[in-house]
């Protein structure tokens, strides 16, 4: 794809962005479009579309952003490919999406920006995307989803929880790695979660997950979840993970549930026989947050090339914590308790411009963090995050 064709492409998103309510209209138009023209894949969907709107708009950010770093996105793609078996998706649905994307942008932006010449460079674009998708789907030999029975399911605050599954069939995917998953209550309704443990021979993954005030999928988890319910798995996604054999120093950042990828990165690298330097800052709006110190102060007690920091952002539990006890204690190993935002204490906290940085949590946050360790002099291309969907 030519540079003038990506700058169309680029030029016309971000146009169309820019308008005070442009990425949902847009969104809204997107999905009249299609169900109106092809009504047999309205059943694909969920039946409230709020979250799925926000995704489709943030997905195509992402991918306009890096159509030069082919590199980046083109893995990205065929990773998103493998994971749409699980709807069924054929070359059919994918030429529908591109046409009906299409005729939303088309009549969004106006005939003054939407000529044709930008029409033509939308689709080439959206045919890269499409036959990217489409070929690695087709030579996946991987199961399309995977299911796995609840064998644990433990609270750990009001509104987060620890669940674990014991697969029907192994999985196989990089510790670090995201899956979506569908929960018995929440048909087709699909939410990523990060592992937080690396594969085993158990066949058992653990996910971390905080009801959202609002959500669809997290309350029913946090909430309702027993032991024996049956959940699908789709395919594994990400880029995060710790190369074997490297000697470049690494940063990790993770808040609240976030911290579970980076969890299990941590957990894969204790059986290897050499790594490099690890400092690990986890961070949370109260103490409470902090609700897995226990595990990562074990680790770094056996492990001297992992630094544990952790940072509050008040020294406050919430009303709602009732327990007595300090959720978030001065641990063995672990570094001084930090108060403070936690992207702030991070770029503070040293030079960080040798290190390869991961970063894991809310959008907000990761970009927040993103941006201070930027200005603070690390290279864009040594800090990674997954795509904030």
């Given at each position: 794809?030519?540079?003038?064709?990506?700058?169309?492409?680029?030029?016309?998103?971000?146009?169309?962005a820019a308008e005070e309510g442009g990425p949902d209209k847009l969104a809204r138009s997107f999905y009249a479009i299609l169900f109106t023209e092809y009504p047999h894949i309205r059943d694909l969907f969920p039946a409230a579309l709020g979250a799925q709107r926000?995704?489709?708009?943030?997905?195509?950010?992402?991918?306009?952003?890096?159509?030069?770093?082919?590199?980046?996105?083109?893995?990205?793609?065929?990773?998103?490919?493998?994971?749409?078996?699980?709807?069924?998706?054929?070359?059919?649905?994918?030429?529908?999406?591109?046409?009906?994307?299409?005729?939303?942008?088309g009549g969004y932006a106006g005939t003054e920006l939407w000529t044709d010449e930008v029409e033509r460079a939308w689709e080439e674009g959206l045919d890269l995307i499409a036959s990217t998708m489409t070929t690695a789907a087709e030579q996946e030999t991987a199961?399309?989803?995977?299911?796995?029975?609840?064998?644990?399911?433990?609270?750990?605050?009001?509104?987060?929880?620890?669940?674990?599954?014991?697969?029907?069939?192994?999985?196989?995917?990089?510790?670090?790695?995201?899956?979506?998953?569908?929960?018995?209550?929440?048909?087709?309704?699909?939410?990523?979660?990060?592992?937080?443990?690396?594969?085993?021979?158990?066949?058992?993954?653990?996910?971390?997950?905080?009801?959202?005030?609002g959500g669809w999928v997290g309350p029913a988890v946090v909430g309702h979840t027993v032991v024996g319910d049956r959940w699908l798995l789709g395919s594994p996604l990400g880029g995060l993970g710790v190369l074997r054999n490297t000697r470049r120093k690494m940063?990790?950042?993770?808040?609240?549930?976030?911290?579970?990828?980076?969890?299990?990165?941590?957990?894969?690298?204790?059986?290897?026989?050499?790594?490099?330097?690890?400092?690990?800052?986890?961070?949370?709006?109260?103490?409470?947050?902090?609700?897995?110190?226990?595990?990562?102060?074990?680790?770094?007690?056996?492990?001297?090339?992992?630094?544990?920091?952790?940072?509050?952002?008040?020294?406050?539990?919430?009303?709602?914590?009732?327990?007595?006890?300090?959720?978030?204690?001065?641990?063995?190993?672990?570094?001084?308790?930090?108060?403070?935002?936690?992207?702030?204490?991070?770029?503070?906290?040293?030079?960080?411009?040798?290190?390869?940085?991961?970063?894991?949590?809310?959008?907000?946050?990761?970009?927040?963090?993103?941006?201070?360790?930027?200005?603070?002099?690390?290279?864009?291309?040594?800090?990674?995050?997954?795509?904030?969907?």
């Amino acid at each position: 794809m030519d540079s003038r064709t990506v700058a169309l492409i680029r030029t016309t998103f971000k146009a169309v962005a820019a308008e005070e309510g442009g990425p949902d209209k847009l969104a809204r138009s997107f999905y009249a479009i299609l169900f109106t023209e092809y009504p047999h894949i309205r059943d694909l969907f969920p039946a409230a579309l709020g979250a799925q709107r926000d995704r489709l708009i943030k997905a195509i950010g992402y991918t306009v952003e890096r159509l030069e770093e082919p590199d980046r996105l083109l893995p990205f793609l065929a990773q998103l490919g493998r994971d749409h078996r699980k709807y069924g998706v054929t070359a059919e649905h994918y030429a529908a999406v591109s046409r009906s994307l299409r005729l939303a942008l088309g009549g969004y932006a106006g005939t003054e920006l939407w000529t044709d010449e930008v029409e033509r460079a939308w689709e080439e674009g959206l045919d890269l995307i499409a036959s990217t998708m489409t070929t690695a789907a087709e030579q996946e030999t991987a199961p399309p989803v995977w299911t796995g029975t609840v064998v644990e399911h433990r609270a750990v605050l009001r509104n987060l929880s620890i669940v674990r599954l014991r697969l029907d069939q192994p999985m196989t995917y990089a510790a670090g790695q995201y899956m979506s998953v569908q929960i018995p209550s929440r048909p087709r309704m699909w939410r990523y979660l990060s592992a937080a443990v690396p594969p085993n021979p158990q066949g058992e993954i653990e996910f971390h997950i905080r009801s959202i005030t609002g959500g669809w999928v997290g309350p029913a988890v946090v909430g309702h979840t027993v032991v024996g319910d049956r959940w699908l798995l789709g395919s594994p996604l990400g880029g995060l993970g710790v190369l074997r054999n490297t000697r470049r120093k690494m940063l990790m950042v993770g808040c609240g549930t976030g911290i579970a990828p980076l969890r299990a990165q941590l957990l894969a690298m204790t059986q290897r026989r050499s790594n490099p330097r690890v400092h690990l800052f986890v961070g949370g709006q109260h103490p409470c947050d902090l609700y897995d110190l226990a595990t990562l102060s074990a680790l770094s007690v056996a492990h001297k090339w992992l630094t544990v920091t952790p940072v509050v952002e008040s020294i406050e539990n919430p009303w709602w914590y009732a327990d007595s006890g300090d959720p978030a204690p001065e641990l063995p190993a672990l570094q001084r308790r930090q108060v403070g935002q936690i992207g702030k204490v991070v770029a503070a906290a040293g030079d960080w411009s040798d290190h390869d940085v991961q970063i894991v949590g809310a959008p907000p946050m990761v970009q927040t963090t993103k941006f201070r360790l930027m200005a603070a002099g690390v290279p864009t291309r040594n800090i990674r995050h997954d795509p904030l969907f």
